[in-house]
């Protein structure tokens, strides 16, 4: 079994996003390799102490995949002022002999140094096309996360853990490396946080994550950590927000300003997209799907809602609207051009993360969250099969199967875009539906 078909075994998906599996990622050959270590979403410490426990594995799994898309450089993309990190980094790829093709490029602290096209952007200087990917630019982008779990599957060990942040609002911030599975209201329980009910809890970074709708849902490969707020903290009313509400929001209270757009990732890339517009459009009910298909464009980054309008009105609900109704009608946008340059003020006005989480109010709880050894009780995990992008993995096993720590549970459909699934726990299947397969601890 040659390495693609070990990582595509082990259900490597990307640990920090969407989930996309790596095995398909890892099938394209290009020019450069990136590992995101950016890690911009406030509060979040996984992949910098990943860096920093697991060196070795971490650059060991990254110059693996560098060989699998015949890369002639890999870059590892980390804020400059994680400055041990990138002192450790350094030594390691010098004490492995990896100089020759592998580096690190320091980055500017600043959101969302951590999308993928920004991360691209910043390290080559090649823009994205619209409606794109890396790979279009030469460019392949995995997470610190996933080069260490490549470095697992070299071994045949699948992936049934995940590092997660828990903090916000609590007294002890942590980071902890968990069953895949486990239901948050055990895991919280667990970590001493007995009253999760009384907190809003955004699942994932406080700028892209939504709300915490259920306490009996469960941890999946791509959780990277949950933010523990009063249900009346800023941030926990702003993502409460009803589609009604921001519309007549958006109807009554928007200046036309366009810091939206100005401040835009994307825009500043030189994308074609106007959320102000987008506004401007919803409010006046304009019947122009031509000028309404820039809203596809968006790509939730939540930082015109969350920072950049001065009104604190809902700009990204505007996109979200016409993504939806164009979607429906069946239309969509279509690039104009293929060569993109980013605009000349972008480097005037990238957010810089500390006023960021100042206009978050989230300056109290920008603490240090320790890596801790932990042992979870689980006496139960359930396993989600749409852990990934693509489609849901099918089952392979029944209820009352006896199943051990690390057994593949379920299977990608032949010829479709999705992961494996394994158990994280030595027990024996109590249930299966569509979505779930959950399993007793014997």
Partial sequence: MDLLEKIKAAGIVGAGGAGFPTHVKLSSKAEYLLMNGAECE??????????YMYTDEVLKGFAACRELVEA???????????KAVIERLRDRIKALSFEEFMSVHELKDVYPAGDEQVLVYEITKRVVPELGIPINVGCVVMNTETALNVYNAISDIPVTMTYLTVSGDIAAP?????????RIRELLKQLGIKDPENYGIVNGGPMMGPLLTSLDDSVTKKSKGYILLSKEHYLIRKKS???E????????????CRMCTDLCPRYLLGHAIQPHKMIRTQAFDIDDPEGQKIAQLCVQCNLCDLFSC???????????????????????YRPT???FEARANREFRMVPS????????LHDFDKPAPYIEKAFDVKEIKLSLRQHVGAPAISIVSPGDRVSKGQQVAAIKEAALGANVHSSIDGVVSAIDDNYITIRRD
Avoid: W
């Fill in 337 to 339: 051009k293929e060569v």
């Fill in 354 to 361: 500390k006023r960021l989480i100042a206009r978050l109010g």
């Fill in 241 to 243: 927000t009803t589609k």
């Fill in 72 to 82: 002639k450089q890999a870059v590892i993309g980390i804020k400059y002022k994680h």
């Fill in 42 to 51: 406030p509060l979040l410490r996984v992949d910098q102490q990943l860096m």
């Fill in 245 to 256: 509400q921001a519309k007549k929001k958006n109807r009554g209270s928007c200046e036309q």
């Fill in 174 to 182: 942590c980071t902890v490396k968990v069953p895949v599975g486990i």
């Fill in 310 to 332: 001065p009104a604190g009105i809902n700009p990204m609900y505007a996109n979200n609207f016409f993504r939806e109704k164009l979607l429906k009608e069946g239309i969509r």
